[in-house]
């Protein structure tokens, strides 16, 4: 009876909070994730359009320049994923709220995703302009340990059976790897690197063309809007998985069984 | 618009592999994790599903034990 009392009050609440609890968000995860996806293919269209078409040859670089538009959409993703994880993870520590733990594990294959997507973009960018794949700069380097900590925490995550002891092993990577992102964004500054400085920024007046700028930050809203589908998704499934023994999951796979 | 033939366009001004070579990979990333996404989703539910075949009964006869009881 104690669950069915709390189930109502939780419907019956108006608060936002209500949707710290997993059996609000589900629902409102499973309405946003196709919505969010359209938005990123219409962005992911509009974007590759002013990049290849509307973007002009850059005078030093020639037209080699155009994968920008994803290398620096996935760094950036990859960074800011990586701390909104950690953020989870603190977030799940200090009040012990279980969708804390379930979105911070939902954020890790994306951002790891994006990270490898960077170093991959960078290292074929730097062939024709450095000549070479790969340095051992401070930039590419810290880039290259953030991709261990994305799978150091889901290895970890993956490797311990107890649910609740795998969600603070993780927290606790996820919190200490931290440091790294600001070292990563701050490398081309603090050290002397082959990797050029920051283009964008929100002090200075951009450094490059407006289209060139137009394309980038329209592909980079358009990596927003793909990360937030694929991890509603993601976390709708670790929702059930964790929740199975609760009487709304019960009634959420009724609902599949009746229409399967 | 910058080109002056689809030609010219594949080319990319002769580094066609760096920047093709970015965006298929970037793709075919972005659509693994899709499907991953998609099929981990339709797995859980088939997963859950069967396991609330094998333990439901027993929670039914608890219950009705239960109501012949009270």
Not at chain 1, 10 to 35: D, N
Not at chain 1, 55 to 72: K, L, S
Not at chain 1, 170 to 192: D, E, H, K, M
Not at chain 1, 214 to 232: E, I, N, P, S
Request: glycine share 6%.
């Amino acid at each position: 009876m104690k669950t069915a009392n709390f189930d109502d009050r939780i419907k019956r609440s108006k608060s936002l909070l209500r949707f710290a609890a997993p059996q609000m968000f589900y629902p409102l995860a499973g309405t946003f994730a196709p919505w969010c996806l359209a938005v990123a293919a219409v962005l992911t269209v509009l974007g590759l359009w002013i990049g290849f078409f509307v973007a002009p040859t850059d005078a030093q670089q020639g037209d080699v320049y155009r994968v920008i538009f994803i290398h620096v959409p996935a760094a950036w993703m990859s960074m800011f994923i990586y701390l909104v994880m950690a953020f989870w993870a603190a977030v799940g520590l200090v009040l012990n709220t279980r969708l804390s733990f379930m979105m911070a594990q939902a954020l890790a294959p994306t951002g790891a995703m994006f990270c490898f997507v960077a170093l991959w973009t960078g290292a074929l960018w730097g062939r024709p302009t450095w000549g070479t794949y790969w340095v051992w700069d401070a930039r590419l380097t810290s880039q290259l340990l953030l991709l261990f900590l994305y799978l150091g925490y889901i290895a970890l995550t993956q490797a311990i059976d107890d649910a609740r002891r795998a969600d603070r092993a993780g927290a606790i990577i996820a919190l200490v790897g931290a440091v790294n992102v600001p070292i990563i964004y701050f490398s081309v500054q603090w050290w002397n690197t082959l990797h050029q400085g920051a283009s964008v920024s929100l002090t200075r007046a951009p450094s490059m063309a407006s289209a060139m700028l137009w394309g980038m930050l329209v592909m980079a809203l358009a990596a927003w809007a793909y990360t937030f589908a694929v991890v509603f998704w993601r976390v709708r499934s670790l929702i059930l998985e964790r929740e199975r023994h609760t009487e709304w999951v019960g009634a959420e796979l009724a609902a599949h069984e009746g229409r399967a | 618009m910058q080109w002056e033939s689809w030609s010219a366009f594949w080319s990319m001004g002769g580094a066609a592999p760096f920047v093709w070579g970015s965006y298929a990979v970037t793709l075919l990333l972005v659509a693994l994790e899709l499907v991953l996404v998609l099929r981990r989703r339709r797995d859980t539910v088939r997963r859950l599903i069967r396991l609330r075949r094998v333990t439901a009964p027993d929670r039914d006869e608890r219950r009705a034990s239960k109501e012949m009881f009270e």
